[in-house]
C-alpha cells in the first residue's frame, strides 16, 4: 500500500477528519459519495468522528446506526483489507489501538472462566438463525467447494472430506472438540460407524446437537475442552481453534495429545491469518467473537514442535468466501420471517458481519486450513487426500 502523506504539526486533524478518512479510502481504491458499488454513501457526517476516535469500532457502530452504506460491502471490505487500511490508524484511534494491542498480547482472554462467554453472545443467540442460514447438517465453518454446485453439495463434500482424511473405521471412538449442532457428530456416526463424544460451550448448540443426533450412538457435553479426559481414536475439531487464543495453544494441544491413543489421527479445522496478528478486530470482539483470536501458521507451527506431526497441511481460504455469500443469501431470504425477531440494528450487525469476513478471505488476508496430526510413535504411513 501506498504511504499515507504526513501532515504538518500544526493540522488540526479532528476538523479535517472528513479529509483525512476520505484520503485513507482512496489508496484502496474507495470514493466516499461515489458511483462504484463499493463506494461508501455517507448518510451523516457523525460517521467521521466516530471512525476517527474509534477506528474499526467506530465504522461498524456507525454502520450499524445507519451513518454510511455500500451497495457492495463485501466489495468494500476486500478493498480495505486487500490494502491493509485496517493498520493505517491516524487522529485519536492510536491511542485505542496501541491499548487494546496491550490489553489483547498481556491478558489471558480465554481463561476456563471466560470460555463459555462466546457461547452464550454468539451461539445462543437462537437455533432459528441459524437454521435459517446454514446448510441441513448446520455446519458454521468453511464449506469445500471445487466439486459442488451449491452449499448443501459443499457441506457434505467437507464432512466427507474430513471422515476421510481421519480414516475413520466402523466402532472407533471420535471426539468432536467444538461439535456446534452435531453436524458431522451425525454424519460421522451414520456413513463410518463410529462412537462420537461431541462438546461444546453453548447450551442452545447442546440442546439441537442432541435431538438431531437422537438414536445414533453420539453423546453431546456442555464443557470447556480443557476438563475433557479419556481415550479416543480420532479427534476433530472444526471452527473451535479460533477461541482458544494463543496463550492456550500449549494447553489446547496438550490436551489433545493426552487424549489421542497412540495410532490415532487429529483433524484441525481452523482459519488461519496470513500474518499474526497484533491484535483482534474490536467490533467483531465486541458484537460476534468475543475473546477470539486468528492464529497464523508460524503461531501454530511453533507449538506444534514436539508435541505433532504434521501429517498434512491444506489451505482451502478462497472457498470462505463463497461460504460466506451462500449464507448471506439465506439469510437475506430467510429476513421477512426473522424480523419478527430480530430488530434492524440485527440485520446491519449482521450484514457487517457477514459480508466483511466475505472480504477477508476474497482479500487473502484470511485462510482457511486443514491439518492431519498424529504422534511421532505412529507406526502407520499417512497418504493425503483432496
Known sequence: MDKVKAVPATFDMKANAPRIIQQLFEHAGIRLNGDQPWDMQIHDPAFFQKMFTKWELGIGESYMDGDWDCDKLDEFFFRVTGHDL??????????????????????????????????????????????????????????????????????????????????????????????????????????????????????????????????????????????????????????MFEHVGAKNYAAYFDVAGKLLTPEGLFLLHTIGNYVTEKKRDVWLDKYIFPNGHLPSAKEITQVLEGRFLIEDWHNFGRDYDLTLMAWWDNFERAWPRLAEKYDQRFYRMWKYFILSSAGFFRSGQGQLWQLVLSKRGRSAPYRSIR
Open 86 to 239: 485496517e493498520q493505517t490508524v491516524v487522529g485519536p484511534a492510536k491511542i485505542g489501538f496501541f491499548l487494546e494491542i496491550l490489553r489483547q498480547n498481556f491478558f489471558n482472554l480465554q481463561t476456563r472462566g471466560r470460555a463459555f462467554q462466546v457461547g452464550e453472545q454468539h451461539y445462543d443467540i437462537g437455533n432459528d438463525l441459524f437454521e435459517s442460514m446454514l446448510d441441513p447438517y448446520m455446519m458454521y465453518s468453511c464449506a469445500y467447494w471445487p466439486r459442488a454446485a451449491n452449499l448443501d453439495e459443499a457441506q457434505q463434500h467437507k464432512l466427507e472430506l474430513i471422515c476421510r482424511k481421519l480414516e475413520l473405521k466402523p466402532g472407533e471412538r471420535l471426539l468432536d472438540i467444538g461439535c456446534g449442532w452435531g453436524g458431522l457428530a451425525r454424519y460421522a456416526a451414520e456413513h463410518y460407524q463410529v462412537t462420537v463424544t461431541g462438546v461444546t460451550i453453548s447450551k442452545e448448540q447442546q440442546k439441537l446437537a442432541q435431538e438431531r443426533c437422537a438414536g445414533l450412538p453420539v453423546t453431546i457435553e456442555l464443557t470447556d475442552y480443557r476438563q475433557l479426559g479419556g481415550q479416543y481414536d480420532k479427534i476433530v475439531s472444526v471452527g
